[in-house]
């Protein structure tokens, strides 16, 4: 039995001569929700082991000797759970709007070059 006769490998060469903005904006969205979700999620997490290990006695020990005798601060009521998820909630809201804008902005300024200089080739093959 003889194997199978190798085919040519095919090439096509494409140019990406444009980008839909609002793809690319919906897709920015949704990638930073997700990316604000971990923000938030990971500031949540790392609260609870600088409270569980103790850290924010630490630091509390630290600011009482270095001479805030009159007034003693508690780092953990400073920075509460509800405060540092808040904050964090406020940062992930403020950075999905700033990525959704800046990636229609890219794709809108990609879009210009693309009319100037043609776009990117790309060669795609047939394995």
Request: proline share 2%; with cysteine.
């Amino acid at each position: 039995m003889r194997p199978a006769p190798r085919s040519k490998i095919r090439r096509a060469r494409l140019v990406v001569a444009k980008v839909d903005t609002w793809s690319v904006a919906k897709l920015m969205f949704l990638l930073s929700v997700a990316v604000g979700i971990v923000i938030v999620v990971t500031s949540v997490v790392l609260w609870l082991v600088l409270q569980a290990t103790g850290a924010f006695d630490g630091i509390n020990d630290m600011l009482t000797m270095l001479g805030t005798t009159g007034n003693h601060i508690d780092i953990s009521q400073v920075l509460s759970l509800g405060q540092v998820a808040l904050y964090t909630t406020i940062l992930a809201v403020v950075n999905v709007i700033l990525f959704t804008l800046l990636s229609v902005i890219c794709a809108m300024l990609y879009n210009i070059a693309a009319k100037l200089v043609g776009g990117i080739g790309l060669t795609l093959t047939d394995d």
